[in-house]
T-cell receptor, first 117, second 113 residues
């Protein structure tokens, strides 16, 4: 079965603090893809990053960084020097092989990040 | 390049009615997926269409249906609306293939009264 767990329901930080959002996944597929999306109050899910199961190289993009570890089935997301505009709900998602090409995503329950000025 | 467009943005319907939601994907994207988002169940996959064919379906009753047209635009229909169908319905478009990301529209907020 495919499953994504985001144990942190809500996180509140003060501006300029670093914050890490946790994501743990379960899958039996050997090839799979992991994603992070951001959902601001407007409702649209904004794509942040995609990671393939065969590429464990971590990535940094500006204030964002991602730590993918297959050994612990985790794909954590860190925001450095957080800003008020980072306030949103963040979703981790998994796309497996499902025996064929598909774009079906399994989402975690999301983490609400509130950055206080 | 225009993003994913969903119409209408907001909708209020009465129990028992039916509703049709529309989604226009990003130009060149032929895969369209639909998701339902509620506070209780979170984001759940409804179905996926590619080249006018349903490629995958989530665990929803038959009241939920969809289709895709030759220009890749998609519609989803919910018949005999129930109060529990109140949700944000999100459409996502993708290029074909596993190693691609989905781009979402702003959603249609459906309220059933």
């Amino acid at each position: 079965a495919q499953k994504v767990t985001q144990a942190q329901t809500e996180i509140s930080v003060v501006e300029k603090e670093d914050v890490t959002l946790d994501c743990v996944y379960e899958t039996r597929d050997t090839t799979y893809y992991l994603f992070w999306y951001k959902q601001p109050p407007s409702g649209e899910l904004v794509f942040l990053i995609r990671r393939n199961s065969f590429d464990e190289q971590n990535e940094i993009s500006g204030r964002y960084s991602w730590n993918f570890q297959k050994s612990t089935s985790s794909f954590n997301f860190t925001i450095t020097a957080s800003q008020v505009v980072d306030s949103a709900v963040y979703f981790c998602a998994l796309k497996g092989n499902y025996g064929g090409a598909t774009n079906k995503l399994i989402f975690g329950t999301g983490t609400l990040l509130a950055v206080q000025p | 390049k225009a993003g994913v467009t969903q119409t209408p943005r907001y909708l209020i319907k009465t129990r028992g009615q039916q509703v049709t939601l529309s989604c226009s994907p990003i130009s060149g994207h032929r895969s369209v997926s639909w998701y339902q988002q509620t506070p209780g169940q979170g984001l759940q996959f409804l179905f996926e269409y590619f080249s006018e064919t349903q490629r995958n379906k989530g665990n929803f009753p038959g009241r939920f249906s969809g289709r895709q047209f030759s220009n890749s635009r998609s519609e989803m229909n919910v018949s005999t609306l129930e109060l529990g169908d109140s949700a944000l319905y999100l459409c996502a478009s993708s290029l074909r293939g596993e190693n691609t990301e989905a781009f979402f529209g702003q959603g249609t907020r459906l309220t059933v009264v």
